[in-house]
């Protein structure tokens, strides 16, 4: 597990495209097992009648947040001598990788004992 434990901004594009396949790859072995626990004859009946004001509503509501994410990481920088400000690249890496924990798991809030 060292070679995860660096960053991956300067890497080459054909490791990041192989990790990207790779995150892909058990996200659909994830939804795969969930539709399979869940039965496929019933995901596949929710999936040709989905809700769509709820699905509409459920992106609408994700898009917002990935907005208010981008633009408050502006103020990032400034707690605790952090860089002054990051590139509009860097921003969106920043939260579409946090996104991607939350997405994960539907959207759920783990608590922490702390």
Known sequence: MGFLSHSHVGAKPHRLALLTALAAALYLAGGLAM?????FADVWHRAQHPSW??????????????????????????????????????????????????????????????
């Open 53 to 114: 004001p709820w699905l509409a509503a459920s992106l609408g509501f994700v898009l917002l947040a990935f907005v208010g994410y981008y633009f408050g990481y502006r103020g990032v920088g400034t707690i605790e001598n952090g860089p002054d400000d990051l590139s509009h690249g860097d921003r969106l890496a920043v939260v579409a990788a946090g996104f991607g924990g939350f997405l994960e798991c539907g959207g759920c809030i783990h608590e922490r004992n702390l």
């Open 35 to 39: 539709a399979y626990a869940a039965g």
